[in-house]
């Protein structure tokens, strides 16, 4: 099948068969390999991408699912003007560890901020409660987001 998919701003048409899972395009056809493909059943959570700006584990979407639709990965979330206040909350709080949940725990953190600027630690942690971290105990992470969430709200205080 024909599929045309909008992945982080930019159109792409690819011949894929039907069974084609969405993370396995997004790594082996596009090679954009910041998706971590993990578990295959969706209990982990670190192939979590955006589709059409709601979270989704890409390990249970077909790519034939997303055409026509618009996917954000880990590699869209860097501004022109540098790295996105989740991506600087991750690096400022120690939140990435081994990295191996981080481009997932991101995704869903930009797509949290996206719908609630100002999350509070509970809204946070069940947010993320669908990925798994065995390094950081979560801690870190939900600092992560909430100094994303505090620098977010500073960057449109100055806008």
């Not at 630690?121 to 505090?150: D, F």
């Amino acid at each position: 099948m024909q599929i045309t998919v909008t992945v982080n701003g930019e159109k792409h048409t690819r011949d894929v068969e039907p069974r084609l899972l969405l993370v396995h395009f997004l790594r082996n056809e596009l090679g954009l390999t910041g998706t971590h493909w993990g578990c295959d059943t969706s209990n982990c959570g670190v192939c979590t991408v955006t589709l059409d700006g709601v979270p989704v584990k890409s390990c249970t979407v077909l790519a034939v699912m997303a055409d026509g639709k618009s996917v954000g990965t880990v590699e869209g979330l860097e501004r022109p003007d540098g790295l996105d206040p989740v991506q600087q909350g991750f690096i400022q709080c120690h939140g990435l560890q081994c990295g191996f949940c981080t481009p997932g725990m991101m995704i869903t953190a930009r797509a949290l901020l996206d719908e609630n600027p100002d999350p509070s630690e509970p809204e946070i942690r069940e947010a993320i409660s669908g990925q798994l971290c065995r390094c950081t105990g979560y801690e870190n992470i939900v600092r992560s987001v909430r100094w994303a969430a505090e620098h977010s709200a500073k960057e449109g205080a100055d806008a």
